[in-house]
C-alpha cells in the first residue's frame, strides 16, 4: 500500500467531509512518520491519490476491500489494547505500545507526545475477589432499596416459585433464579418498581425423612409429632439461609430479609383462609376414592409428586373369567357356547384381580367370539423366551371360547401361537349386563361399558375394572353402583380381606401369588413381562399403587370450565405451553389434597368419636386461622380440642377429635398467591409473571391456578414463562453415578483441581444462561464454560479499551452530532439499532438473542472495525484536538450503552465499570448516579436514527469487506 492511500484512508476516517468536494488544508504531525489529516481534507488530494474517493463510493466491492487492506482488524484480546497488525508495527501505536512496556525508545523523548490508554479497570475479571466485594457493596450501600425507593413506575411483580428447602442447589436452579434475575434487573433500569421477594417451601415428606434418618432407632421411638416438627422446622430453616446464600452469590437481586416461607405463621394462616375459601364455596370434600399411594411413605401422593422413569418391567397376564348369565337381548347371541364362553382380560396388575368387580367394554367396538386351535407347528412360540410363559389353560385338550375385540384377533394369534377361529361377532354394548363368575372368590360380576379409554392398542379390547385400584375404574363404578374394593393396607400388603394372600406384598410376593392361583385354575392365557412407564414415589424413587382411601379433596370438576377459561386470558412463553397446561387441567381428576404426614399444614377438620362424622365450617375454620396466625400450626398438636374449637362448640370439645392429616405440599405452594402476594408489602395479586422449569405445568402453575381460580375466579398471573431442564454437554440428564454433574457453586467458586474445574465466576454462569434457547433443555458443560469465558474476556478487554481511552474524557468535551466525521455518525447510528435491538429482546424474554447482538456489535462490528481505525485519531491526534474529541464522543455514547444494557446480564462487570468511569453521570434531573442501576436504559436518540439510508448502504458494505478482510487474514 503506498503512502499515499494510507493518508487517503485516515482521511476517510477522520472526516465529516471526507466524502464529499471542498477546500481542505493538511496538517503534518512532526512527531510522527506518517500524515494525521485536520478535520477538513483538501481538494486536491483526490487529485493526486490514486485511489480517490469519490470513485471509492461508487466502487465494487473488491475496491472497498482493496482499501481496507490498510490495516488488520482483530479483536481486543484481554493483554492489550487493540494493538495494530504487523503491517503497521513501525507506527506510532507500536513504538508507543513498546514504551509503555519498558522497551528503550530513545530514553522516551516520544512518550508525550502519544495518548496512551490508562485504566485502573484490570484485564483480568479475578471473580474471587472482585465479584464478592461487589457485591458487599452493594449489601453496605442497600443499593436495591435505593434503586426501588428512587424508582418512580408501575410495579412489576415476578412471583417467585418457592424451591424446596431440603439440599443443595443444582444447576436447574441457578438457571431459574439468574433467568428472574436478568429479568428484574432490565425492569429496574426501565424504572419499573421490581419487588422481588424470594420464597421457600418448608413442609412435606422429604424433609421430615431428612430428619428421620438423622435418628436413630432408639431416637425416632421418643420421637412425638411436635418434637419431630421442632426437628423438621430447624433443618427446613437451615436450609433456607444455606441456599439463600448460593443465591447471593450468584448476583440475585432480591428483598433477602423478608422471603416468604410456607412454615411461617402468617404465610401458613394465608393457606387456612384459601383452604376454608375453598371448603365454603363446596369444593372440597371428604370420599373414598383410589389415589396414588406410596407404600414407601405410607401416605397418598398428588400427580405432581410422581415421576415415570424409564425401564419399569410389570407382570403382565392374560386371563379368563367365565360367563354364566346374558341378558334376554344377548342371550341369543351367546347361548349356544354357554357354558364353555369366557372374557379374555389383559391387566399389567394381577395383584388387583381380588378387587375386580366388572369387565368393562367399549360400547361402539366390534367383539368376536373366537375357538382356540392349536397350530400345525409347535404350540410352545414362547419357548425359550423368558418374558413370556404360555399358561396352563393352553395345555388342556378342551379349550373354552373367548371374546375379545375383533380387531385385536390377529395380533392376539401371533402373540399367544394360536389359532383364533372367528365363530360369531359383536358389538360391545350387546354384551352389557352380561354375568360372570370371580375366578377367586366366586362372586357374581357383571360386564359393563366403559368411556374412550377402552381401545384396540393393547391387550384384549375387555378391561379388567377394580374401582377400588384405578380411576377410570372408579368412575366407571360410579355408574354402575359398582363396590369399591381395596384389600391392602398402607405398607402396600394385602389385608384380611384378600383371603388366601393376606399379609403379602401386591408388588412383589403377592402379584406372584395372585397369578400363580389363577393359573392353578386354568383362568391364565398367557404371562409376559411388560416394560412401560409406570408412577414412582419421586422422593422414595419407589413404585407406587392406586389405592382406595378416605381422604380430602379438592373437586376440580367443579371449577374446571373457569380454569380452562383463565388459562386462555393468560400469556404463555413458549405459546405451545399453553396446550400442555390444557391438556393436563382438563384431564385431572379431583385433587387429593390431604397427606398422612405429620411436618405440614392441618387439615382443620375434627371428627365426631363416635359417628366419625367431619366437623367443618367457615366459624371452625376462620377460628383456627386465627389461633394459626398466632401461634403457628403448631398448635393443632399442642392445644386442646376444646381450645382449638370455637366457644359455641366448646361443651361438645369430648365429642369431637383432631383430624391427623396434613395438607398436600402443593396446597402450600399453590396458596402463595394469596399467601405471599396478598400479604407482603409491595406486592400485588394478580403477578405480572411466574417463571419456573416446564415440570410445574402439573405442579405448581396448576396448583396455583387452581386455588386462584376456586377462590378468585381467575389466574394468580398475567405472564407465566417455562424454562427446560439442564443437561450435560452430551444431551444426557446429570446424575452422580453418570459423574456428569456440573456443579453451579463449582463453576463460580472453582473445584479442588483449578486447571480441571477453574473458577469463572457468577457472570460467566449468567453469560450462558443469556446464551441458550432456554424454552428446551439445556447443555452445559466444561467447553461450553471455557467458551463462556472467552467470550466474557472480550467483552471485558472492550470495555476496558473504552475506559481506557476516556481516561482524561469529560461530558463538555462531547462535538455535537452533526459535527461528528461520517465514520462517528454511522457509530452512533449502528449503536442506536444495537440498543433498540437489545430492548426489544429483553421485552420478549429472547436472552439468547441479546447474547448474540452483543457478540456481533461489540466483538466484530466495534472491536474490529470502528476501534481499529479510530487508534491513530485517539494515540497521535493530539491531546485536545477535533479528531481526538470527535472519537472519545463517540466511545463515551457506547461505554454509557454497553454497560448498561449489558448490566442485567452481567452485573458484576457492568458495576466493575462503572465504579471505574472516570468521569461522573449525571442523571436528568442533576442527581449523579453512583451504581450502573440508577443510571435507568439509555435514552432513545432519534437524530442518531436519522442517519442517511445511502450512508447506510455505503457502510454495510465496508463493514462486509471488513469482516471478510478478517477472516481471511
Known sequence: ????????????????????????????????????????????????????????????????????????????????????SKRRSRGPVMAAKKASEGAKQEDGKYKHTVDLPKTTFGMRANSLVREPEIQKIWVDRQVYKRIMDRNNGEKFILHDGPPYANGDLHMGHALNKILKDIINRYKLLQNYKAHYVPGWDCHGLPIELKVLQSLDQDARKDLTPLKLRAKAAKFAKQTVQKQMASFKRFGVWADWNNPYLTLDPEYEAGQIEVFGQMAIHGYIYRGRKPVHWSPSSRTALAEAELEYPEGHVSRSIYAIFRIVDAPLTSSGLLKEFFPNLCLAIWTTTPWTIPANAAVAVNAKLQYAIVELQSHSEDVSVSAGNKKQRLGSLLKESKKPFLIVASDLVLPLEAKWGMKLVIKKTLLGSDLENCRYIHPIDNRECPVVVGGDYITTEAGTGLVHTAPGHGQEDYVTGLKYGLPVLSPVDDDGKFTEEAGRFSGLDVLGDGNVAVAKYLDERLSIIMEESYEHKYPYDWRTKKPTIFRATEQWFASVEGFRQAAMSAIGDVKWIPPQSENRISAMTSSRSDWCISRQRTWGVPIPVFYHIQSKEPLMNEETINHIKTIIAQKGSDAWWYMKVEDLLPEKYREKASDYEKGTDTMDVWFDSGSSWAAALGKKDGLRFPADLYLEGTDQHRGWFQSSLLTSVATKGRAPYTSVITHGFVLDEKGLKMSKSLGNVVDPHTVIEGGKNPKEAPSYGADVLRLWVSSIDYTGDAMIGPQVLRQMSDIYRKLRGTLRYLLANLHDWRADYAVSYHNLPIIDRHALFQLENFQMNIKESYEKYQFFKIFQIMQRFVIVDLSNFYFDVAKDRLYVGGTASFTRRSCQTVLAAHLLSIVRVLAPILPHLAEDVWQNLPFQYNMEDGSVAEFVFESRWPTPNETWLAFPTKEIDFWAKVLEQSNIRNLTS
Open 1 to 84: 500500500m503506498n503512502e499515499a492511500n494510507m493518508s487517503l484512508f485516515k482521511s476517510f476516517a477522520t472526516n465529516s467531509s471526507a466524502l464529499k468536494h471542498g477546500e481542505a488544508t493538511m496538517s503534518l504531525m512532526q512527531t510522527s512518520p506518517y500524515m494525521v489529516l485536520s478535520r477538513s481534507t483538501c481538494t486536491s488530494l483526490r487529485k493526486t491519490t490514486s485511489v480517490g474517493l469519490s470513485n471509492f463510493r461508487g466502487s465494487t466491492s473488491v475496491k472497498v476491500l482493496s482499501l481496507l487492506n490498510v490495516t488488520r482488524h482483530h479483536t481486543c484480546s484481554s493483554g492489550e489494547f487493540c494493538s495494530s
